[in-house]
């Protein structure tokens, strides 16, 4: 289980990269002007605790931000993921809120993909960064099973249109 770092520092941290996710602007977080002094991504070292959860509770609180609801975008965005994996199931937003199984599926991939994407991009925020992959979980049950709560995190937060 992730220590808790600083609940202030955590939270500017929080706040700063949901801010980006927000404005579409998570791709240029390492050009967005902040107080480094209590950034948890420039200096991990601070956090306490697994670094590699705390990367991946930073970016799985801002893929909400970013897509907090089940919308045509989303939709779109999930076919793409598809199509790049080589698969065909077609995915509606109809079937997302029916909670189809295949569509469930198609949805995890998606979450999954974006956890992924968040992560290479929280590596390069600063020279201090630390770079993780979603295959640094693997065999470690304890980071394993938080990437999984995560995943379910997010999915529901957009499932049921909660804020995270």
Known sequence: MMEKPDPQALE???RHFQKLAKENRFAENASYPHNTAWCLVCHPEQAGGDPFQLYVNIVAHCIPMRRPRLDADLIAAIREDLLWAGLNVPVTLEDLRSRKATALQAFRLWVRNALETG??????????????????????????AFVEACIDRIMDHILTGKSP
């Open 12 to 14: 500017a941290t929080l």
């Open 119 to 144: 992560l290479e991009l929280l590596s390069v925020h600063s020279s201090t960064s630390l770079s993780f992959s979603l295959e640094d979980a693997q065999g470690i049950p304890e980071r394993e």
